[in-house]
């Protein structure tokens, strides 16, 4: 399996002073950066777009940037955050009407590209796409807000991803995101999960560092 990433969402840290945010977690040593981006269309509410990311790429920030995009359509907003610098970009195949096309759009970007699944949606999107993909990203909450509890029924899922993924022996990142916390990582880790994302449970403590190092402490064991 690949090295594990901790990847901070970006959805809980403070926009007012967001730049900074992103430094310090980048320093306290996240590996990636997850940006949320809500059209309050796809998902019922409303976030950043790609001038935040392009102005965090202006600031300096040289990690990788994970675009998780909860918009529908999607087109447009992948060719905009290629324009902006994004590393990955991860879309839902429900808000994409021609799917290949969408991923391909995004390898010829020069980005690295995923699909997103909800936590009630089946992975059979994923089985003729897999040459297109860099990333699986399962939602183990409903996409919308931070702050949400772990559905544990992702756990399952994961380890049906982990089978898919090791079947066809590509290079493919296996993410999770939503209510992932220091407590509940390790067997989130154990179920196939390479890249985890953690919103409120690194932005809502005071030490940065300390939750991070943790959370690497439980999925090294
Ligand atoms: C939810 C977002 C998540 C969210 C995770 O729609 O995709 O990235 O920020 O937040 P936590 O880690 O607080 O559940
Ligand atoms: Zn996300």
Redesign the pocket.
Same mark, same amino acid.
């Given at each position: 399996m690949a090295d594990p990433l901790i990847a901070p969402?970006?959805?809980?840290a403070d926009f007012a002073r967001l730049g900074e945010e992103v430094v310090n977690v980048l320093e306290a040593g996240a590996d990636i950066v !997850?940006f949320?981006v =809500?059209d309050n269309h796809y998902?019922p509410?409303l976030t950043i777009g790609p001038m935040v990311c392009s102005a965090l790429r202006k600031h300096g920030v040289t990690a990788p940037i994970d675009v !998780?995009l =909860?918009v529908k359509p999607v087109d447009a907003m992948i060719a905009s955050f290629i324009e902006a610098g994004a590393t990955y970009i991860t879309f839902h195949p429900e808000a994409s009407e021609h799917i290949d096309r969408s991923l391909q759009l995004i390898r010829d970007g020069g980005c690295k590209a995923g699909l997103?699944f909800n936590p009630a949606s089946p992975l059979h999107y994923m089985d003729y796409v897999m040459d297109k993909l860099d990333m699986v990203l399962l939602?183990?909450?409903?996409?919308?807000?931070?702050?949400?509890a772990?559905i544990p029924a992702t756990l399952n899922k994961l380890r049906e991803a982990r089978a898919k993924i090791d079947a066809s022996g590509l290079p493919i990142r296996l993410e999770i995101?939503?209510?992932?916390?220091v407590d509940n990582i390790r067997e989130i880790a154990a179920a196939g999960a390479d890249t985890f994302?953690?919103?409120?449970?690194?932005?809502?403590t005071d030490d940065y560092a300390a939750t991070i190092a943790k959370m690497r402490d439980q999925i090294a064991l």
């Open positions: 969402s970006i959805l809980s !997850h949320d =809500m998902v509410n !998780h =909860m997103v939602m183990s909450v409903n996409p919308g807000f931070g702050g949400q772990f995101d939503g209510g992932v916390k994302v953690a919103g409120s449970a690194i932005f809502n």
